[in-house]
């Protein structure tokens, strides 16, 4: 997937841009007024996720989406910069070059360890706003040999090219998706195939699985006071939603409110949802 593509056939592709703050060159998504919101997908997602949270978001507020490094259209500068605390250090580096006043974050998965990271040194209360956050690691021997897997087939382009292959096919797209507990539409599976499809989005998200640890921000939680919202949908099987639990039960200000019926994409089978519960959060924040 090409510059010329994402302008042509991506959802919102006439509010796309992009940016070069260093080290990457990103793909920025803007569109509406009003109090600004910034999304943050998760690992192997991009801002086509959020196609219709944008939509309904954008009725009455400024909102934000970006891919992370190495995602959908955002250029690596580094391929050594995937890292919870490096990723953290290049988004508040775009954050500042553009000038984004943000009032709220809305996140996905892995995106919410991003943004308690953004938002740990803020002083003022800016809340979170998280959908099936992805906040603690794998356990046992998956938590070792997984990162270990995803850095030799980083590293291996016929390794890389046999993983293309064989998620970039229609049927292993449905299998796929199948294992997030969603069911979503038509339309969103042919773009997660083109996604899949693309070389630097394949790499990217290997790059990030590789060098991405949670240890840390596990250790920090009691000590962070962000507030924050998780939406949980009950058939999520990407994450378990009593990992969720547990990690909010060790924050001071984390609210945990679940679904049944969706699963690790709610925000893309009930995208209006999520629109209003960030509305409730900031009605309570702002």
């Known amino acids: 997937m090409g510059a010329a593509e994402t302008l042509t056939a991506w959802p919102h592709a006439e509010y796309s841009r992009f940016v070069d703050a260093r080290p990457h060159h990103w793909h920025v998504q803007e569109m509406g007024q009003g109090d600004t919101v910034l999304l943050l997908h998760g690992a192997s997602g991009s801002t086509h996720s959020w196609r219709d949270v944008m939509t309904d978001l954008a009725r009455d507020h400024h ?12 250029k ?33 998965s892995a995106g919410a360890a991003l943004a308690l990271r953004l938002l740990q040194p803020v002083g003022t209360k800016i809340p979170l706003i998280a959908v099936n956050p992805a906040l603690t690691p794998f356990k046992g021997l998956a938590g070792v040999l997984f990162p270990i897997a995803a850095r030799v087939v980083a590293l291996s382009p016929v390794m890389a090219k046999m993983i293309k292959r064989r998620m970039s096919g229609p049927g292993q797209v449905v299998s796929l998706m199948e294992t997030t507990g969603s069911k979503i539409s038509p339309e969103g599976l042919n773009l997660y195939a083109k996604l899949f499809r693309s070389d630097n989005h394949l790499d990217g998200t290997l790059l990030m699985m590789a060098q991405w ?34 990690s909010a039960q060790k924050m001071p200000n984390a609210a945990v409110l679940s679904y049944d019926g969706y699963g690790h994409l709610l925000h893309e089978e009930a995208p209006e949802l999520v629109s209003d519960q960030l509305r409730a959060v900031l009605r309570k924040y702002t």
Not at 89 to 107: P, S
């Open 76 to 108: 690596l500068g580094s391929r050594h910069r995937s890292s919870l605390p490096l990723m953290t250090q290049d988004v508040q580096t775009l954050i500042d070059h553009e000038g984004w006043n943000i009032k709220a974050i809305l996140a996905h």
């Open 63 to 74: 909102v934000v989406a970006i891919d992370l490094p190495g995602h959908g259209q955002t």
């Open 213 to 246: 640890k949670l240890d840390g921000l596990v250790a920090d939680l009691p000590k962070i006071d962000v507030p924050c919202t998780f939406l949980v949908g009950k058939n999520d099987k990407a994450v378990q939603p009593q990992s969720v639990r547990d």
